[in-house]
Every structure is written in C-alpha cells, then in structure tokens.
C-alpha cells in the first residue's frame, strides 16, 4: 500500500458561503487576496515538502475558476516539487486532457517533470468533473473520447524515439509529433485513469495496465469498480505495477476528540457548493443517467454528503479519522470491503484546517499509521472471468 | 383530429424520423430545439389548413445521429438530401429556433426548393463584439433565469418531467445533448452565416417574441436586416417561442405571409 498526501489548495477565506451562489465557475476574484493567498500556496507546498520527509509521496490536482482548489495548473506545482523533494513519487491525478486541447503540450510538460524528478512521476489524466466544461469551454459531450485519444496520443509521442509523425485523429490534428526530452521512466510513466461508475471504462483503464482512482465514494460503490478492475486484469493478464487507488477525507490524530475536530474541518470541502446548471452540462453523462436526473433521481454526491453526518460518512470509508490505531484499523476495513487496493490517496488538508494541524496528521499517519497498512498485498486479478 | 404518420426516411444511411400531420398545402416544419411543437395546440391548428411536414434533426427525437456530425452546417446538408428524397417543391418553409437557423444554414445554400420562408427567433449569426451577448448563454445561467428569458409566461414553459414516460424522457435527455454537441462553441451560431445571409432570394419573413429575453427583438431585426428584403414581425406577449405561447397571433401572421 503507497501512501498519498493531497490538499487542493483551497482558499477559504471566503464571505460567510450561504451569500455566495456559487464557490465554483463564477465566484468574483474580489474574494481573493493575494497577500493571503501567496502565503497559503507556499504553505501548501512546505507541507508537500514535510510529507517527502515524512515518507509519504504526493499527490497533486488542478481545477479552474474556483476557491476550492488554487492550484490552477498542477504541472507548475509538481515542477517546483521535482526539484525540492527528494523520494517522493509525484502523482497529477490529473491533467485534464480532455479539457485542454493539446495533449502534445501535455506530453512535453510530463517528460520534463519526469526527468528533473528523475523518474518520480505518475501521470494521471482526467476526463475533468462537469464544471470544469465552463471553465474550459470545452463540447460537454464526448470528454470520454477525447480523454482517450489525448492518452493514446501522449503515449505514441512518448515511446516514439524514430522522429516525427503526424497524427490526425477525431479531435486533435497534430503535424510533426516529436516530443523532447522523452520520458526518463521507460517506457513511459504509469498512467492513471481517474472514473466512477462506468465499469467498462475501467475495464479499459486495467486492460492497458493503467492505475484506476476513485474519489470520496461509499465502500459498496467503490468494491464494485475495483471488482471492474480487477476482472478485467483476468481477461488481458496482470499489469505491472498497475493497481487501484482511493481517496478519502482523512485526519490521525492522538486522541478521538482532537481527530473529530480536524475531520469536521476537513468536511468544509463536502459543503461546497455549485450552481446547479454546472452541475451536469449538457450531455456530459449519458442519455441513461440524464434519465434518471430527469426522473428526479439524480442527487449529487454533495447533496447526499450534506444530509448525512459524520459518523456515516466514516461508516462509508468516505471519511477517516481517529487515533493512529483506529485510523489503521479504518483503512484495513475499507481495504477488506472492497476486496483491496494499492494506494491510499489521503485528503489531509482541506478549508481552515491549518498547518500545525495538518503536520501533525501527517506525522502521526505516517510514523504510526503508515507501517501498520504498507504491507496489505497488492491488487490481484480476479480468480474467475467476471459473468 | 388530423391524422399522423410518421416515416423513417434514410438519407446515406442516416435514418431520419419525419412525422407529418394535416390535409392541405404542405408546409415544411423545422422544430425547435426541444421539439415542443408536436404536442401543442398550435401544430394541431395548422394541421387544420396544411400537411405538416416534420423531420426530427439527427440526434433529435427518433433521428439517428453518426458521429461525423459536428455543426449545424453539417446539418443542413443532409436535410438538402431529405428535401430532394421526399420531393419537395415550390414548399414554404417554417423554421423555429435551432430549426430556424437550420433552415437558414440550408437556405444560404439552396434555397430553390422553397417557396417562402420563416424564420422564427432563429440562432445561427452573431452581430456584436467579443464582449456582447446577443444571445443569453442558457448553459451558463441559473435554469430559472433561461425559462424566465425564453417565456412571457414562465408557467407555460414549465414541464412535470417526472410524470413523463420514460421513452419521452430519452428524446428529451438526447435533444439537451445533441443540441450542446452542435451548438456549444461557437455557441449557438455560425461565424460563416452572416456572410451568407445574401444568398437568401426567396421572400423571407422573420418573427420575434416581443418578449424573447434569450435574444431581443432589436437582434432580430438587425438579423433579419441581412438577408435581402426579409420582413420584420413581432408577436405581442410571447417569448422565444411566440408560436406557442401566442398560437392564434402567431399564426395569423404565418398565414398572412404564407397563406
């Protein structure tokens, strides 16, 4: 089991969040103070540093027109991490290649992150959540497709050491691919695929040997994409090194009490809220799923988070917390429930939650909670063909 | 009660539904983009006097959607096929919206099928700056604003989705998305369309809803001004669909012109 330390940068220090419509997409940059707002990058980054140290690697994301999250382009994040962290692996989960338009740029950006890093990074792509579309302006239907053809092209570019080719797919037209550096991993480095609950999507991201992560999803969910996962590793063989990875909100702690008041901050970025028309642009899900939202089905994860409480959120696996030893005892739980995983990606900062705080769980995590789950075996491939 | 049929027609293998409806001269219908039209009382009306002619885009209601189609324009050359297929000549035709900048797209390319043309608050050009809005974003607004925008009577525009069977539900779900998959950027219109516009000879008469907050009026009738010799009408108390909300006036005004 690796272990990931993750924050989105939020910027909380926001007007009261009922008066505001929308923390996403078209909140005003008045709300933004810069003075505040460079200390908490490097603040942010110091703790990705102290999780080197620690022994944990690091994980880093990118979103757009939002507080939640002020890392507005994880590339330059993980730049700056290659050269001042020393073990740790480096995960963009993701480039929103879909969303970006140019997977080629993309492939330049990695390779060189790669080879400052010497060999450090995981390179995952998103297809991007629905209000990243405004963001983007990108066509909210077919992400899925453009998510592919971005990661076949990157990979083309990445192991072809001949010279050019030109490429001229279904979105992208590209004359004289000929990426420089190439990568410093060889062939290239592992890839992940970030989804829900498309198995056949996942299916795809194990038959290619890539790693498939999950996010903040209750156990049962979660079991049945690794099951997904894992039935297709039967039918095309075991990937090396590929796996599965989940994020939950997590916050170690040395006793229940201080460990509920860092998880209870840490919720901040489940009461985050959207407007509703960014919530599912037009197309981005399937005719079957709009369906449903049309039938009135629908809920967001946000929604369903917001009624529930604590306790079931911790039920769920969604949300760890505790003394060092609960927190294990949580992880191997979730870790039997959906039939094991490879990386335990933690949320460990997120809205007010401070420094001294954050360090504090990481440390504990680390130095008590760490050893007690790294050796939980890898992901295995299904026994049988899944029906 | 006029009688209905509805057709599969196969334009290169593309197979597209064409209802049609009503006894009379034939009238050739381009839907809006939600396909409201067929369940209203004003269809029913004019079936009274025409026979409808009614296909469904492709992507929309029954119409089959290859992937190659990315735009409008595309569009408009496989209804060029379907006009030839179903033999249509000397037809007036009646677009609304989305299908109001469809016919305008097939119109700038041949428009020698048809006999007159309306054009109903039709998308498809864009007149101001980067900076203008000439036609609200209704992606980008709260979904409350866009029904306020797009009726008079906000009420009428309102749909119990939930009561609906599930088969309606689909077309609905795949009329949103096919209209986002042809008309999200450039948004709702075709750069090369106002350039065009001077390619339409045959008589042609815009409407607006003198209400319509997607696109105001002053729009339209700058639209309309671009193509050679179109008139310009308003339909009192009626938004984006003055046909619907305003049926008696609205087709008093297409028969005038028509008729």
Same mark, same amino acid.
């Given at each position: 089991?690796?272990?990931?330390?993750?924050?989105?940068?939020?910027?909380?220090?926001?007007p009261?969040?009922d008066?505001?419509?929308?923390?996403?997409?078209?909140?005003?940059?008045?709300?933004?103070?810069?003075?505040?707002?460079?200390?908490?990058?490097?603040?942010?980054l110091?703790?990705?540093?102290?999780?080197?140290e620690?022994?944990?690697n690091?994980?880093?994301?990118?979103?757009?027109q939002?507080a939640?999250c002020?890392?507005?382009?994880?590339?330059?994040?993980?730049?700056?991490?290659?050269?001042?962290?020393?073990?740790?692996?480096?995960?963009?989960?993701?480039?929103?290649i879909?969303?970006?338009?140019?997977?080629i740029?993309?492939?330049?950006?990695?390779?060189?992150?790669?080879?400052?890093?010497?060999g450090?990074?995981?390179?995952?792509?998103?297809?991007?959540?629905?209000?990243?579309?405004?963001?983007?302006?990108?066509?909210?239907?077919?992400?899925?497709?453009?998510?592919?053809?971005?990661?076949?092209l990157?990979?083309?570019?990445?192991?072809?050491?001949?010279?050019?080719?030109?490429?001229?797919?279904?979105?992208?037209?590209?004359?004289?691919?000929?990426?420089?550096?190439?990568?410093?991993?060889q062939?290239?480095?592992?890839?992940?695929?970030?989804?829900?609950?498309?198995y056949?999507?996942?299916?795809? /991201? =194990?038959?290619?040997?890539?790693? #498939?992560?999950?996010?903040?999803?209750?156990? @049962?969910?979660?079991?049945? *994409?690794?099951? !997904?996962?894992?039935?297709?590793?039967?039918?095309?063989?075991?990937?090396?090194?590929?796996?599965?990875?989940?994020?939950?909100?997590?916050?170690?702690?040395?006793?229940?009490?201080?460990?509920?008041?860092?998880?209870?901050?840490?919720?901040?970025?489940?009461?985050?809220?959207?407007?509703?028309?960014?919530?599912?642009?037009?197309?981005?899900?399937?005719i079957d799923?709009?369906v449903?939202?049309?039938?009135?089905?629908?809920?967001?994860?946000?929604?369903?988070v917001?009624?529930?409480?604590?306790?079931?959120?911790?039920?769920?696996?969604?949300?760890?917390?505790?003394?060092?030893?609960? /927190? =294990?005892?949580?992880?191997?739980? #979730?870790?039997?429930?959906?039939?094991?995983? @490879?990386?335990?990606l933690? *949320?460990?900062q !997120?809205?007010?939650?401070?420094?001294?705080?954050v360090?504090?769980?990481?440390?504990?995590?680390?130095?008590?909670?760490?050893?007690?789950?790294?050796?939980?075996?890898?992901?295995?491939?299904a026994?049988?063909?899944a029906? | 009660?006029?009688?209905?049929?509805?057709?599969?027609?196969?334009?290169?293998?593309?197979?597209?539904?064409?209802?049609?409806?009503?006894?009379?001269?034939?009238?050739?219908?381009?839907?809006?983009?939600?396909?409201?039209?067929?369940?209203?009382?004003?269809?029913?009306?004019?079936?009274?006097?025409?026979?409808?002619?009614?296909?469904?885009?492709?992507?929309?209601?029954?119409?089959?959607?290859?992937?190659?189609?990315s735009?409008?324009?595309?569009?408009?050359?496989?209804?060029?096929?379907?006009?030839?297929?179903?033999?249509?000549?000397?037809?007036?035709?009646?677009?609304?919206?989305?299908?109001?900048?469809?016919?305008?797209?097939?119109?700038?390319?041949d428009?020698?099928?048809?006999?007159?043309?309306?054009?109903?608050?039709?998308?498809?050009?864009?007149?101001?700056?980067?900076?203008?809005?000439?036609?609200?974003?209704?992606?980008?607004?709260?979904?409350?604003?866009?029904?306020?925008?797009?009726?008079?009577?906000?009420?009428?525009?309102?749909?119990?989705?939930?009561?609906?069977?599930e088969?309606?539900?689909?077309?609905v779900?795949?009329?949103?998305?096919?209209?986002?998959?042809?008309?999200?950027?450039?948004?709702?219109?075709?750069?090369?369309?106002?350039?065009?516009?001077?390619?339409?000879?045959?008589?042609?008469?815009?409407?607006?809803?003198?209400?319509?907050?997607?696109?105001?009026?002053?729009?339209g009738?700058?639209?309309?001004?671009?193509?050679?010799?179109?008139?310009?009408?308003?339909?009192?108390?009626?938004?984006?669909?003055?046909?619907?909300?305003?049926?008696?006036?609205f087709n008093?005004?297409?028969?005038?012109?028509?008729?």
């Amino acid at each position: 089991m690796q272990a990931w330390h993750f924050t989105e940068m939020p910027y909380p220090h926001l007007p009261p969040l009922d008066d505001i419509p929308s923390i996403r997409v078209t909140i005003p940059s008045k709300h933004y103070d810069p003075k505040i707002g460079s200390d908490l990058y490097n603040r942010y980054l110091d703790e990705h540093l102290i999780a080197d140290e620690l022994g944990l690697n690091i994980m880093l994301n990118e979103h757009h027109q939002t507080a939640t999250c002020l890392d507005a382009a994880a590339p330059l994040m993980a730049a700056i991490l290659a050269r001042q962290t020393k073990k740790a692996r480096i995960c963009i989960l993701g480039n929103p290649i879909a969303n970006r338009g140019d997977p080629i740029r993309i492939a330049e950006e990695m390779a060189v992150i790669d080879n400052i890093s010497r060999g450090r990074l995981d390179c995952g792509f998103v297809r991007g959540v629905p209000y990243e579309i405004f963001a983007a302006n990108t066509n909210p239907t077919q992400t899925l497709e453009r998510l592919w053809e971005g990661v076949d092209l990157v990979t083309k570019a990445w192991t072809t050491h001949d010279g050019p080719f030109n490429f001229e797919g279904r979105f992208v037209h590209r004359r004289n691919v000929n990426v420089w550096p190439r990568p410093y991993q060889q062939p290239h480095p592992m890839i992940w695929i970030t989804g829900s609950s498309d198995y056949e999507n996942i299916k795809k /991201v =194990a038959g290619r040997g890539y790693v #498939f992560a999950t996010f903040l999803q209750p156990h @049962d969910k979660v079991k049945l *994409m690794f099951e !997904a996962y894992r039935s297709a590793m039967v039918e095309r063989g075991l990937p090396n090194g590929a796996g599965t990875a989940f994020m939950p909100l997590v916050y170690t702690a040395d006793n229940e009490t201080e460990a509920e008041r860092g998880a209870k901050e840490l919720c901040w970025y489940l009461q985050a809220k959207t407007s509703p028309q960014f919530r599912n642009p037009p197309g981005y899900v399937g005719i079957d799923l709009n369906v449903k939202a049309l039938q009135g089905a629908f809920s967001g994860r946000t929604d369903a988070v917001r009624a529930k409480g604590m306790e079931y959120l911790r039920d769920q696996g969604i949300l760890v917390y505790g003394t060092p030893d609960s /927190v =294990a005892k949580q992880v191997k739980q #979730f870790y039997d429930r959906v039939g094991g995983f @490879d990386h335990l990606l933690m *949320m460990q900062q !997120a809205g007010f939650l401070d420094h001294k705080s954050v360090v504090s769980s990481m440390t504990l995590f680390a130095k008590e909670v760490y050893p007690q789950i790294k050796d939980l075996p890898r992901t295995k491939p299904a026994k049988e063909k899944a029906a | 009660m006029s009688s209905e049929r509805s057709d599969r027609v196969s334009i290169n293998g593309i197979a597209l539904e064409v209802r049609r409806r009503g006894k009379g001269s034939p009238l050739l219908v381009l839907c809006g983009e939600e396909e409201l039209e067929f369940d209203s009382p004003w269809l029913s009306d004019l079936a009274q006097k025409h026979e409808l002619i009614l296909p469904s885009a492709p992507g929309f209601g029954q119409s089959e959607r290859p992937d190659w189609i990315s735009n409008v324009d595309d569009l408009s050359y496989i209804y060029l096929d379907l006009v030839e297929k179903l033999g249509l000549k000397a037809v007036p035709v009646v677009g609304f919206s989305f299908g109001g900048w469809l016919a305008t797209e097939i119109a700038v390319k041949d428009d020698s099928f048809i006999s007159k043309l309306v054009l109903v608050a039709p998308y498809g050009v864009k007149l101001g700056g980067p900076l203008e809005r000439d036609i609200a974003d209704i992606w980008a607004l709260p979904p409350a604003d866009v029904l306020k925008r797009k009726w008079h009577d906000p009420d009428k525009g309102k749909r119990d989705f939930p009561s609906l069977p599930e088969e309606t539900l689909r077309v609905v779900a795949r009329n949103v998305e096919s209209l986002a998959r042809f008309c999200w950027d450039p948004y709702m219109h075709n750069p090369r369309l106002r350039h065009r516009l001077h390619r339409i000879k045959v008589p042609t008469l815009v409407v607006w809803g003198d209400k319509d907050g997607i696109m105001t009026p002053a729009f339209g009738k700058s639209y309309a001004g671009l193509i050679p010799g179109a008139h310009f009408k308003t339909v009192a108390d009626a938004g984006h669909y003055p046909h619907l909300e305003q049926p008696a006036a609205f087709n008093a005004v297409l028969e005038a012109f028509i008729g």
